[in-house]
T-cell receptor, first 116, second 112 residues
Framework: DAGVIQSPRHEVTEMGQEVTLRCKPI?????LFWYRQTMMRGLELLIY????????DSGMPEDRFSAKMPNASFSTLKIQPSEPRDSAVYFC??????????????FGAGTRLSVL | AQSVAQPEDQVNVAEGNPLTVKCTYS??????LFWYVQYPNRGLQFLLK??????LVKGSYGFEAEFNKSQTSFHLKKPSALVSDSALYFC??????????FGTGTRLTIIP
């Protein structure tokens, strides 16, 4: 398996523009997580899905952020409108069911977002 | 609330020496504890986990961690450090659901 795939790797946009980040989890994994990493706040869980259903979105900073998972192999994180303070590295991770695999999350390489 | 603390932002160790990266946790039950590593421009990678059983857990790349319930600690250790171990290390805790709560990270630098 190619692992968790995120696109794009880098995104530079201007304040006010819509940004869409994409994630393809590992096949067979039924949990998908979106994280944000910054120097100031560290690694923050934004939202996670189980079997394509959002389970906990308490980490989503505000209404400008939304996430969807239309099927088991694809998820998006959208920011509209974007602001400079959204600049960060956004990670997607997935994990599989089962006791032995529990909480072993596989991370993508991340999307580095810069909002000017 | 469940949480983990990594008291050291930075740890420097000479190559070949033993290394320790510290982690403590707050408890309101029986925690599941994890260590992840992040290399530059990469996502986090799983190293090892403790759920139950032996207090000494062995993981990838020669790392191990010792669970100490009385001290609520889960320190990461390696007997002999390599330059390639230089990275950012995260401790994480879970209490039965699928969410992981990560610490703030410790940057480990191995000096040749």
């Amino acid at each position: 398996d190619a692992g968790v795939i995120q696109s794009p790797r880098h995104e530079v946009t201007e304040m006010g523009q819509e940004v869409t980040l994409r994630c393809k989890p590992i096949s067979g994994h039924d949990y998908l997580f979106w994280y944000r990493q910054t120097m100031m706040r560290g690694l923050e869980l934004l939202i996670y899905f189980n079997n394509n259903v959002p389970i906990d979105d308490s980490g989503m900073p505000e209404d400008r952020f939304s996430a969807k998972m239309p099927n088991a192999s694809f998820s998006t994180l959208k920011i509209q409108p974007s602001e400079p303070r959204d600049s960060a590295v956004y990670f997607c991770a997935s994990s599989s069911p089962g006791v032995l695999a529990k909480n072993i999350q596989y991370f993508g390489a991340g999307t580095r977002l810069s909002v000017l | 609330a469940q949480s983990v603390a990594q008291p050291e932002d930075q740890v420097n160790v000479a190559e070949g020496n033993p290394l320790t990266v510290k982690c403590t946790y707050s408890v309101s039950g029986n925690p599941y504890l994890f260590w992840y590593v992040q290399y530059p421009n990469r996502g986090l990678q799983f190293l090892l986990k403790y759920i139950t059983g032996d207090n000494l857990v062995k993981g990838s790349y020669g790392f191990e961690a010792e669970f100490n319930k009385s001290q609520t600690s889960f320190h990461l250790k390696k007997p002999s450090a390599l330059v390639s171990d230089s990275a950012l290390y995260f401790c994480a805790v879970n209490f039965g659901n699928e969410k992981l709560t990560f610490g703030t990270g410790t940057r480990l630098t191995i000096i040749p």
